[in-house]
């Protein structure tokens, strides 16, 4: 984009919107599930209840039923019919009698033997009284007389005979009609059967000639009490029944009264109570009321289910509209917030452009106020700054080079026009006219010599001088511009010596030296480096001096050293001895050809093959440039 600031608020709403909607997924999804979990345990709690609540009217019912055929059970007598009780009182007389007057009597005994006899009340045996007891302590004899007690009268259990035929033929269940309203307060049975097997069963006026089945097997018969619900049909009506077993119900015996001697009157009847058969009470009740209220409750349970459901998906959908809502709203604040603050941000920005603006070719120096830049922006104006920095020296140098360029040209120009017209002023012999061209053409040769390194410079600035990579032998090379300087070295006084260079048939360390001094390279570059480098050597060297070349491959780089015993640099032009025009000497120009370009050409070269070439330099000692090349 175009725009900073609007790449920046494009960015940050983007990332506000991902965040939102991240953050309102995330937030649905917790809510989401917090609520399934809530409608979950709701549902479960209502399907408990609809749970305890059904059993709840069932265990209502069959408590009430249970309740009334316990309270029916507890109505019931197993009673002697009194009139038959009294024929049979009678036989037992007459034959009782007979026994004891006709010595045949006895035939008749089995009858009634068979019939049995009831209970009569005999003397019980006399009781030992225990001793009392003497207490050790006292020598008293204990002497006392208690009175007579008078026992009540012993009954003789009925014997199983009397029993049997007692219960099948004297026996059955009565109950008084008043009362027969059962407790329950409306609710319980419609329905009761009571059975005395076997076959003697009363039912209430609602039975309306129907039975309950009755399934002895049900019952173990070893317990006195028992019970147990189900849901059965009477007739074409549906009704929950409970069947109750009550074992030992109480049997009333009535017997009349007897005189103990004749002329005594009649004793009162006699009631005895003994352990009784075994009554089954049916309770049932119909099950339209039970399947109304299972029905009422079954409603209740779908509309709380729905309720539920309903207002789970309501809560979810306000979460979603509120969620919605929030969204928009903390993205539109955020939004018209994020403009200024971001407005506010690049602030700094816009300080720089002011301050970029205002540099000129006059003031290249960066007018940045006080205050102080973000972290951000410090490296920014710290590289400007020494971009600037550059740039002046740029243009200084720039300055610097045209006044050189005049200044060097300016002499060779002047040497030549001053020898041309003194070759015009007068006719002059051939030999003359030769020695005067001569000096003209050294000028000349000068001049052509500067504008070559010259446009040498420009090409490099430009990008248009071109290496031309060949596999050479550096020692080979080194060789031949060693012979080329040695001349001049000679005329000047100076010895030159190469050492540790490597012969093409043994390295250094001894081993096979084919190969040792081959690098990728220009050589017509590499050669110029080299013969310059010679070149001051012998220019800023002392007279009797040396000058030492050393080529040797180390590490895969290779490597060449020029020492000379010179004059030295000092420190403070070492770092601008590779500019242009510059001279450590300048008293030493007029001699030299470079005019002060040929270092500058020499670190260009360099640079273009990808090595490096650093100083050692101490004033007064001399000086060594060494040279490091990539082995490719």
């Not at 050790?136 to 009268?153: F, I, V």
């Not at 070149?535 to 009797?544: D, E, F, K, L």
Request: proline share 7%; charged share 25%.
């Amino acid at each position: 984009m175009k725009s900073i600031r609007l790449s920046l608020m494009v960015y940050f709403l983007g990332l506000l919107a991902v965040a939102l909607s991240a953050a309102s997924l995330l937030v649905y999804r917790n809510a989401q599930q917090t609520l399934e979990a809530k409608r979950r345990a709701m549902e479960q709690l209502v399907l408990t209840q609809y749970e305890d609540r059904r059993r709840e009217v069932e265990a209502r019912l069959d408590e009430t039923l249970l309740f009334q055929a316990q309270y029916l059970a507890g109505l019931v007598q197993v009673q002697f019919d009194r009139d038959r009780a009294s024929t049979i009182q009678t036989l037992y007389l007459l034959l009782g009698a007979s026994s004891l007057h006709n010595p045949s009597a006895y035939l008749l005994e089995p009858t009634w033997i068979a019939e049995g006899a009831p209970p009569l009340p005999v003397q019980p045996p006399p009781r030992k009284e225990p001793p009392p007891a003497r207490s050790d302590s006292s020598h008293k004899e204990a002497s006392a007389s208690s009175s007579p007690r008078r026992t009540p009268p012993w009954f003789e259990p009925p014997t199983p005979v009397y029993l049997e035929f007692r219960d099948r033929l004297l026996t059955g269940v009565k109950l008084k009609r008043d009362e027969l309203v059962l407790p329950g307060d409306g609710e319980g049975s419609d329905y009761f059967q009571i059975d005395n097997p076997p076959g003697k069963s009363y039912y209430s006026p609602s039975m309306a000639g129907r039975i309950f089945p009755l399934d002895l097997n049900s019952f173990s018969p070893g317990q006195m009490i028992q019970w147990y619900f189900e849901d059965s049909r009477l007739g074409s009506t549906s009704v929950r029944r409970v069947v109750f077993k009550a074992s030992g119900v109480d049997v009333v015996t009535v017997w009349p009264g007897r005189r103990s001697n004749r002329g005594d009157p009649p004793r009162p009847p006699e009631t005895h109570r003994f352990s009784g058969p075994t009554v089954y009470v049916h309770c049932a009740a119909e099950t339209r009321k039970r399947n109304a209220a299972f029905a009422e409750l079954t409603t209740f349970r779908d509309d709380e289910l729905a309720k539920i459901a309903g207002e789970t998906r309501t809560s979810l959908a306000d979460l979603r509209t509120w969620l919605l809502v929030i969204g928009i709203a903390v993205f539109v604040a955020t939004g018209v917030g994020g403009f200024w603050l971001v407005r506010l941000g690049l602030s700094p920005l816009r300080r720089m452009t002011d301050a970029v603006s205002r540099v000129s070719a006059k003031d290249f120096r960066l007018p940045l106020d006080e205050r102080p830049l973000p972290l951000e922006l410090r490296p920014i104006a710290q590289r400007l700054t020494g971009t600037l920095v550059q740039l002046k020296r740029a243009f200084a140098r720039e300055k610097q080079a045209a006044a050189d360029i005049s200044h060097e040209l300016r002499t060779p120009l002047a040497a030549l026009l001053t020898t041309a017209e003194f070759a015009l002023r007068k006719p002059r012999s051939p030999e003359q006219y030769r020695e005067l061209f001569g000096d003209c053409h050294a000028s000349a040769k000068q001049m052509n010599q500067i504008v070559e390194r010259l446009l040498t410079l420009a090409r490099l600035d430009a990008g248009v001088d071109r290496l031309r990579a060949q596999p050479v032998d550096v020692a080979s090379l080194a060789t031949e511009c060693v012979t080329l300087i040695r001349p001049l070295a000679e005329a000047r006084g100076l010895r030159l010596s190469v050492k540790e260079l490597p012969s093409p048939l043994r390295a250094l360390d001894g081993t096979n030296g084919d190969g040792a001094c081959l690098i990728e390279a220009d050589p017509d570059k590499l050669r110029e480096v080299l013969t310059n480098l010679l070149h001051n050597a012998i220019q800023y060297n002392r007279p009797g001096g040396m000058v030492d070349l050393r080529v040797v491959r180390e590490n895969g780089t290779l490597e060449v050293e020029v020492e000379d015993t010179g004059i030295g640099i000092a420190p403070e032009a070492r770092d601008l001895i590779f500019e242009r025009f510059f001279r450590a000497d300048p008293s030493r120009g007029g001699d030299d050809l470079h005019a002060g370009l040929g270092l500058a050409i020499v670190k260009e070269y360099i640079d273009l093959m990808g090595g490096t070439i650093e100083v050692e330099s101490r004033e007064g000692k001399g000086s060594t440039f060494r040279v490091s090349l990539p082995v490719h």
